[in-house]
C-alpha cells in the first residue's frame, strides 16, 4: 500500500498512478465562488410567475 501525495489515502501500487492523475483534477484545483445575488437579481421587473398547475379531481 502507498500514500496518494495530494489526499493521503492508501492504495495498492498497482492503482497509485492512475489515482494520482484524477485525484489531481479532482481535489486539488479550487472552484470559483457562486454568486446566488446574481442569479437572484435577473431580470426581476420582467419575471413572471409560472401558471398554477391544473387541479385534477
Do not use: T, Y
Not at 489526499?7 to 446566488?36: D, L
Not at 435577473?42 to 410567475?49: P, S, Y
Amino acid at each position: 500500500m502507498e500514500c496518494s501525495k495530494g489526499c493521503g489515502r492508501q492504495f495498492n501500487i498497482n492503482v497509485i498512478a492512475k489515482h494520482e492523475k484524477v485525484c489531481e483534477k479532482v481535489f486539488q484545483s479550487k472552484r470559483k465562488a457562486f454568486n446566488s445575488a446574481a442569479h437572484r437579481q435577473l431580470d426581476v421587473e420582467g419575471f413572471k410567475a409560472p401558471p398554477p398547475p391544473p387541479v385534477w379531481e
